[in-house]
């Protein structure tokens, strides 16, 4: 009698043995379900924007399948740029994971903890593989749109009950529609919002032909046509699997105060500090220290659009000092026109202390050397919203509640969606979220 051959080792079926080792905790699905609140917030104020608008035109004529769904959920929750980051993985989890689960498991009319566990399997996934893809692969590929179908793979295996080879075929075959790039920063185009979307629904698709049989490569990371030997030229496979008894990656992602990129954030803590000294003064120049990565993607000192204004170090630190405060209007033309003067005077240098943080941490500096010569600096080696420096449970709610308002949401209707998705945590009921983005 010949032995069955043991399944050849591969980063995805290790990948796999640790999900399913890492114990899931009441306070993680709270958590967890902290994290689906901000996600689907983001998605409803999402709608009221004009690519939103394209995109709920696009769905309501063309789409009502589980990954459409997701697609178009995904694509909304990246719109507004106020969703979270897992700083060592540099992705945005939530609007891929999120909305890949919530899509497949309004289809198979899930609870809540069978929903919130995929989802700490969704963002353990991404986040491990984006940790392991190296700085270089960064500076071309949006590491949302690479490794985002890894975790909508994972999340959606769970939900479908996947054993370990059907698990190891669903991450194969996400890996292998990995795509994005950072080409759009350019012109300010839309595609960021496709990279959310399309990353949700190829996941949704590798997890649902993988329970039908349908095969994928195991090597997918590590083999020599593979994910990393493609688009990381200095990846850390090891990365993949290391310290597995360490706390769930949801507790390790930031959750955004402010409607910008996360890498213009510590700037504006730190700005925001000095904005109350500098009051009434003339200012001579303004110097960021920031970390490299940052400077690649946020070097931005004219912007002309809303996006690029998000996108734009110089921006955001001048509407900090000046107006004391960063909300939606803070891109718009009038601000933009406000703070034109202002951001000629902002240089943007790599600080020594930022650059060797990161990614572990992700700092700023900002100094103002005002017109008698005076110089007033802030610091942030955490920025607002970071596991080290969180938001508390009501300023997550009251963000979600401000999303809400701009979605158009009274405050009694509000406050009633606030509360059924907190309730997931203990088993609540999933309703279908579709009617309110605009999926009948």
């Known amino acids: 009698m010949t032995t069955p051959a043991s399944p050849r080792p ?29 996600a689907l917030a983001n998605a409803l104020a999402g709608r009221t924007t004009e690519a939103g608008a394209v995109l709920t035109d696009w769905a309501g004529a063309e789409t009502r399948d589980t990954g459409g769904r997701a697609f178009v959920f995904g694509a909304l929750t990246h719109i507004l740029e106020v969703d979270d980051l897992h700083r060592a993985s540099v992705v945005h989890p939530g609007c891929v994971v999120v909305p890949a689960a919530l899509a497949l498991a309004t289809r198979l009319e899930v609870s809540g903890h069978a929903f919130l566990d995929a989802v700490l399997w969704g963002f353990e996934a991404a986040c491990r593989i984006g940790a392991a893809v190296g700085p270089a692969h960064y500076r071309i590929w949006h590491n949302t749109a690479t490794c985002g179908p890894f975790g909508a793979a994972a999340a959606c295996a769970r939900l ?27 012109t300010g185009a839309m595609t960021k919002h496709l990279h959310a979307g399309h990353a949700a629904a ?8 993988a329970a039908r049989g349908f095969s994928g490569p195991p090597r997918i990371l590590e083999g020599e046509k593979g994910f990393f030997a493609a688009a990381c030229p200095d990846a850390d496979p090891a990365a993949v699997l290391a ?18 990129c996360r890498h213009t954030h510590p700037a504006i803590d730190a700005a925001l500090e000095l904005a109350p000294k500098i009051a009434g003064r003339d200012i001579a120049a303004i110097t960021v220290a920031a970390y490299p990565a940052a400077i690649d993607v946020c070097d ?58 990161y990614p572990t941490a992700w ?78």
């Open 363 to 440: 700092g700023s500096t900002v100094t103002v050397t005002l017109a008698d010569g005076t110089d007033l600096s802030a610091a942030r080696e955490h920025a607002l919203g970071d596991p080290e420096n969180p938001l508390s449970r009501d300023a997550l709610i009251e963000k979600a509640q401000m999303l809400l308002a701009k979605a158009g949401f009274g405050r009694a209707l509000a406050k009633g969606l606030t509360a059924g998705i907190l309730a997931f945590a203990a088993d609540g009921p999933l309703p279908d979220f579709a009617p309110l983005v605009g999926l009948a």
């Open 160 to 186: 479908l009950g996947l054993n370990g080879d059907q698990m190891v075929d669903a991450l194969g075959n996400a890996g292998s529609q990995s795509s994005g790039l950072w080409q759009f920063l350019e």
């Open 300 to 357: 931005r000192p004219a912007p002309a659009t809303p996006y690029e204004a998000k996108f734009s170090l110089q921006h955001c630190v001048s509407a900090a000092l000046l107006d004391g405060r960063i909300d939606f209007e803070s891109f718009e033309a009038p601000a933009r026109e406000r703070h034109s003067t202002l951001r000629p005077r902002v240089i943007l240098r790599a600080g020594n202390r930022e650059t060797a943080a």
């Open 202 to 209: 190829a996941g949704v698709l590798a997890a649902d032909l």
């Open 243 to 260: 310290g597995p008894e360490a706390p769930w990656a949801l507790h390790q992602t930031s959750i955004k105060p402010w409607p910008s």
């Open 10 to 38: 591969s980063l995805t079926r290790d990948l796999d043995t640790l999900l399913r080792a890492k114990p899931i905790t009441a306070a993680d699905r709270a958590a967890a379900a902290l994290f689906v609140l901000d």
